[in-house]
C-alpha cells in the first residue's frame, strides 16, 4: 500500500477554480478540441444569450426573431456541428457525449433553454445518427451540418407526449403510420399522423423524427420516421406551449399528418410476407438515444448550481457596503453576510451538491464515450453469429456476464496476483468490456439525470434563498431565480423521476453492476488511505450499509410476508435507487479531486495555489460524502426497519413480562440481572408510557454494527464544513460577474 | 504581393477579471487570474490577419513570449479566431519582465526561423503592453533586427500600389499619415478598428495540430533581468463597481465625467 502523502496543510483556495482546474478535475487535459469548444461556447453563453435573458427574452412563450438570432450564434460557434462527424461537416473526432455535456454545461450556466434547444437538434439527430441507414445518416448530417452561406437544416424530435386530459396513457405512442399507396414493385408510401406536445425546436424544425405506432396490419409493431416540412400533407407547428420555464427553447403542440416514402423509416425494413417489418422498433431507437442524453440534461442543473457560488459571494460580502452606517474596513462592511456561519454553511452545501453533480454527470458521458466503439464492435460480433438485437441479443450477452465478473475479479487483484493471460484476454474482448461498461452506464445515467436535476432543483431554491429577495427578481445576478424554476423541467423532461427510479431499480441488482460496486468500496478504501480527509471512507461504509440493504431486502418478506424487493414496490426500490444515487455522486467527486491530486503538481498551470484549491476541494468532497452517508443511512434503516410490525403490548410474548417487583426481587439478588428485560408490568397491572415493548432485532446485529460504524465515520465532517466555510470569506473573487457582457 | 507578418504578443491576466482585494493575509496573486492575449497585440493580430486576408500569399506567424502552460490555454481562444502559425517562447510574461531582455528574446526568435524573407517582413505588436506600459519593446526588436522604418500607436494600415499607407495617432487625436515604400517595417498597434473575430472551432482545430506540437517544443527563455526592484506596492483604489441595465453611453459618460471632476 502506498504510504501516507497527506500532510495537513494552512493552504487555502484562493480563487474560484479556473478552466485549468476544471480540465484536470473533469479529465480534459489532454483534449485541447474539448477545451476550444468550452471557450466557443462561453463566449455564445455569457453574450448573446446572457444579454437576451437580461434583456426580457424569457418573458414570451413566442418564437422571436431575437430568439431565432441565437441558432445562427450557435452555427458560427461550432455548436451546432460539434454533433457530426468530421465527414459529415463536424470537427470532433470520436464519440461526442462528453462534448455535448460541456456545450450543455457552459450554456446552462447561463440559460438551461439555450441548452435545450442547442441539444433538441442533437436529439432529433440521434435517431439517425444511432440507428438509420447510412444513406439516411449521410443526407441529413450534410442537410444539418453548417456551413458558410448555408442554413442547415434543424430538427424535432417527436416521441409520444400525449395531450393532456384525453385518457391517453403516456406509455402508449400517441401517432399512427398507415400504408397510403403500395403498387406493385414500388415503394410504399406511409401516411404518418403524430400529434405531440411539448417537442422542443418545433417552431422552427425543418424535418421531424416522430415515433409511431402501426395502425396498419401491413406494418409490423413501432418505428420511428422522418417527416419533413416540405412533405404533402398537414405538417402544422401547433401552438407555443406555455411553459414556465426554458423559454429560449422553441417548444409547441405540432400537429403532423404526412405522406413519406417507406424509405424514411429510421434503420430501414424489410418486407416479410407482404408486411414490413422495421429493422428497429421505437423503443430500441430512443433507448439508443435516451441513455446518452440524459446525462447532458442532468449536467445542465449542476451547471447551475455551481453558476451560483460566485454572484452568492459577492452578494454576501457587499450586503452593507454603500451604507453610510457600515464604515469600510470594518467586518461588517468587508464581509457582510459572510460573518454568519449559516450563509457560508449553506454555501458549501450548494456548491459541493453542484461539483458531485458535475462529477457524475461528466463521469457518465465520458463512460458513453467509451462504450459507444465497443456498443458497435459488440453488435458487429453478434450480427456475425447472426444476432441482431432484441431479446435474442439480450440472452447473448447474459449468457458472457460470467466472464465480465470474472474480469472484474481480476482487475481488483494485484497485478502479481492476477492470471494475466486470461485478464488480458477478457480486457481486449470487446463484448466482456462492453458489458462491462453497460452495467455501470445503465446505473450512472439514471443517476445523473435523477440526482443531478432533483436534489438539484432543491439545493437551487437554496441558492434563491440566499439571494433574499434579490433572488426572485429578474435582475438577480448570475438569473438564480430562473435557474430554479428551469432546474424542474430539467427533472422532468427525457423521462421524470419516477422514469429513472424505475430504470434504477432494475439496473441496480445487475450482479455485473453489483460486482463492479464491491470493486468500488475496495477502491475508496484506498483513496481513504492515500488522502484522508476526503470522506471515501466513510463513503465506503456508507456503500456497505446499501449493499447489505438492498441484499436484505431482496431476501426477505415484510411482516406480511410478502416479498419486499419487487419491482411494484416501488416504496422500497424507489427509495434505495436515491440512496445510490447520492454515493455514484459523491465517489465521482471524490475520484476527480484525486486526479487532481495526481496530476495536478506535474502541470505548471496549476502550481500557484494548487495546494489550496486541492485543500478546499477535498473538504467539499468529505461535506458531501457525510451527507450522502447520512442520507443512505436513513433511507436504509427505513427500509430495514420499517417493513416490520413494532410489537406491541397486546403481543403473547408480553403476557410474560415480568412484574416490577418481581424485578425488583431479583436485582436485589443477583445485582444487574434485570438488565436482560428492558419491559415489565407494573404495580397496578399496566405496561410503562410507551407505544409498546422496544423493538429488538436480534437478526439485525450486523446492519446495527455498520450503522454504528457509520455514525462513527462521521467524525470531523463538520470541522471540515467549517474550514470550508472560512475559505469562502478569504477567496478572492472578480469583481463583477462576466455575464451578460 | 505578398507578406511576412510576425505579430509579437505575450499575455495578460484578464482585465474583466480583476480580483476583489480582501482584507487579511492573502496576497493579491494577479497572475493566478484567467490570462488572455495581451489587448494590445491581440489588436495587431486581428490587423495582421486582416491584411493577409487581403494579401495572397502572405504568411502570419505569432511569437508568443509567455509560460507556456499558460499560453496553451490562452491558445485555445485565440487559435479559433484566425489562422496562424504560433512560434511559443517559453518564459515570464508580467509586469516585471524587461523590455531589454524581452525584444532580444522576440528578435531572437525571429532571427532563429529558417525561412524568413526580411524583404517581405512586417513585424506587428502591440503599441505597449496591459502588464506594463514600456512601450518600447517593438522599437527594440526592429532595432535588433535591423528594420529602421518603425510606426507606433498604429491604427490603420493600407497597401497602395505596393506602398504602405499608415495612420499613426498623434496629440490632439490626430492622426499622422504616412507612406512606407513597403517592407520591412514594424508597427506597433494602438487599438485598430477591427473587432475581435468570433470564435472559429474549425479554424482552432487546424491551428492547434500545429501549436500542440510546437508548445510542447518551446524553447525555455529566460531572460537576463537588467532590473531589480526594491519594493512593489499596490496602488491604494477605492473600488467602486456598479452594475446597471439600460443606461446609454451618454449617460454612462456624463457620470463618468461627474465622477472625475469630484
Known sequence: ?741 | MSFEIIVCGGLAPDPLQTLEPVPGPALKNEMMLPAVFDPWAAHALYEAAHLAAQMPGSRLRVVCLAPKAKLQQVMMKMAQKLPFELIPLDGPSNGFSDAGPTSEALAGAIQALPDVDISRLLVFGGWESATRGAGVVMQMVGERLGITEQFLAVDEVKVDAGALVIKERVEGGQHMVSRCAGPPAVLAWATGSLPEPPNHPQTGMANMRTMMPALQKAAAVAPANGVAYHEVALPKVQRETRIVKDLSAAEIARELATWVKE
Open chain 1, 1 to 741: 500500500m502506498q504510504p501516507l502523502t497527506h500532510a495537513p496543510t494552512t493552504e487555502t483556495l484562493k480563487t474560484l477554480p479556473g478552466d485549468d482546474i476544471r480540465q484536470v478535475l473533469w479529465r480534459m487535459e489532454d483534449r485541447y478540441d474539448l477545451a476550444m469548444l468550452v471557450q466557443s461556447v462561453r463566449a455564445v453563453a455569457r453574450g448573446p444569450v446572457a444579454r437576451l435573458v437580461a434583456g426580457g427574452g424569457r418573458l414570451t412563450h413566442d418564437w422571436t426573431p431575437e430568439k431565432n438570432a441565437l441558432l445562427a450564434e450557435f452555427d458560427a460557434a461550432g455548436i451546432t456541428a460539434a454533433y457530426m462527424d468530421p465527414d459529415c461537416g463536424g470537427y470532433l473526432e470520436g464519440p461526442k457525449n462528453f462534448a455535448l455535456a460541456l456545450i450543455a454545461f457552459e450554456l446552462a450556466w447561463v440559460d438551461a433553454g439555450a441548452a435545450t434547444g442547442s441539444l433538441a437538434g442533437c436529439l432529433a439527430l440521434a435517431p439517425i445518427h444511432e440507428k438509420g441507414t447510412p444513406e439516411q445518416k449521410a443526407h441529413y448530417m450534410e442537410l444539418a451540418a453548417p456551413g458558410p452561406g448555408k442554413t442547415p437544416w434543424r430538427g424535432a424530435f417527436a416521441l409520444t407526449e400525449p395531450i393532456p386530459f384525453v385518457g391517453v396513457e403516456t406509455g402508449m405512442l400517441s401517432g399512427r403510420v398507415r400504408i397510403a399507396e403500395w403498387n406493385e414493385g414500388e415503394e410504399p408510401i406511409l401516411e404518418v399522423t403524430k400529434r405531440g406536445r411539448f417537442i422542443t425546436n418545433m417552431g422552427f424544425a425543418n424535418f421531424v423524427t416522430a415515433a409511431v405506432d402501426s395502425g396498419d396490419e401491413r406494418i409490423q409493431g413501432s418505428l420511428m420516421v422522418i417527416l419533413e416540412e416540405g412533405d404533402p400533407g398537414t405538417f402544422d407547428r401547433g401552438a407555443p406551449t406555455k411553459k414556465l420555464v426554458h423559454q429560449l427553447s422553441s417548444t409547441s403542440d405540432p400537429v403532423l399528418n404526412l405522406r413519406v416514402p417507406a424509405h424514411r423509416i429510421i434503420g430501414g425494413y424489410q418486407i416479410k410476407d407482404g408486411k414490413i417489418m422495421p429493422t428497429y422498433n421505437h423503443g430500441e431507437i430512443i433507448e439508443a438515444v435516451f441513455r446518452r442524453t440524459r446525462v447532458t440534461v442532468g449536467v445542465m442543473t449542476s451547471a447551475k448550481l455551481l453558476s451560483a457560488v460566485e454572484p452568492l459571494i459577492r452578494y454576501h460580502r457587499d450586503r452593507f457596503r454603500g451604507s453610510g452606517a457600515v464604515p469600510p474596513g470594518s467586518p461588517r462592511y468587508e464581509f457582510g453576510l459572510q460573518m454568519k456561519e449559516d450563509v457560508t454553511h449553506r454555501l458549501i452545501d450548494i456548491w459541493a451538491a453542484g461539483e458531485a453533480g458535475a462529477s457524475l454527470g461528466f463521469a457518465a458521458a465520458r463512460l458513453f464515450d467509451d462504450l459507444d466503439p465497443l456498443e458497435r464492435e459488440r453488435d458487429r460480433l453478434l450480427a456475425e453469429q447472426g444476432i441482431r438485437g432484441g431479446m435474442a441479443a439480450l440472452k447473448a450477452l447474459k449468457r458472457r456476464n460470467v466472464e465480465a465478473i470474472e474480469f472484474l475479479d481480476q482487475e481488483a487483484k494485484l497485478p502479481t496476483l492476477r492470471d494475466q493471460e486470461r485478464y488480458e484476454a477478457l480486457k481486449n474482448d470487446p463484448i466482456v468490456q462492453s458489458i462491462v461498461l453497460d452495467a455501470a452506464a445503465n446505473v450512472l445515467c439514471p443517476a445523473t439525470k435523477l440526482w443531478n436535476t432533483g436534489y438539484g432543483a432543491q439545493v437551487m431554491r437554496e441558492a434563491v434563498s440566499l439571494m433574499g429577495g434579490y433572488g426572485i427578481t429578474e435582475d438577480c445576478p448570475g438569473f438564480l431565480g430562473q435557474k430554479w424554476m428551469d432546474a424542474q423541467l430539467e427533472a422532468t423532461y427525457e423521462g421524470p423521476e419516477a422514469v429513472q427510479r424505475r430504470q434504477l431499480s432494475v439496473t441496480m441488482t445487475n450482479e455485473v453492476f453489483l460486482a463492479q460496486y464491491r470493486t468500488w468500496i475496495h477502491e475508496l478504501r484506498r483513496a481513504g488511505s492515500r488522502h484522508p480527509g476526503t470522506g471515501a471512507c466513510t463513503l465506503a461504509t456508507a456503500m456497505e450499509m446499501w449493499l447489505w440493504t438492498l441484499n436484505h431486502l431482496q431476501h426477505n418478506q415484510d411482516a406480511e410476508g410478502a416479498k419486499l424487493y419487487q419491482g411494484n414496490r416501488q416504496g422500497v426500490t424507489f427509495p434505495l435507487a436515491d440512496a445510490l444515487c447520492w454515493l455514484v455522486a459523491s465517489r465521482a467527486q471524490i475520484l476527480d479531486v484525486e486526479h487532481l491530486a495526481e496530476v495536478g503538481p506535474r502541470n505548471p498551470a496549476l502550481v500557484d495555489g494548487l495546494d489550496g484549491t486541492l485543500q478546499f476541494l477535498r473538504d467539499l468532497c468529505h461535506v458531501q460524502a457525510a451527507r450522502a452517508a447520512g442520507e443512505v443511512s436513513r433511507v436504509c434503516s427505513e427500509l430495514v426497519f420499517g417493513y416490520r410490525r413494532h410489537p406491541s403490548w397486546e403481543d403473547t410474548e408480553c403476557q410474560s413480562c415480568f412484574a416490577e417487583n418481581e424485578l425488583t426481587a431479583l436485582e436485589a439478588l443477583v445485582p444487574g440481572a434485570s438488565g436482560f428485560t428492558s419491559e415489565y408490568v407494573l404495580d397496578d397491572g399496566r405496561h410503562e408510557s410507551k407505544a409498546g415493548p422496544c423493538a429488538r432485532h436480534e437478526d439485525l446485529r450486523d446492519f446495527a454494527k455498520l450503522r454504528a460504524k457509520l455514525d462513527g465515520c462521521m467524525t470531523g465532517c463538520q470541522l471540515t464544513k467549517d474550514r470550508a466555510a472560512g475559505a469562502l470569506t478569504r477567496v478572492m473573487i472578480p469583481a463583477a460577474l462576466d455575464y451578460p457582457q
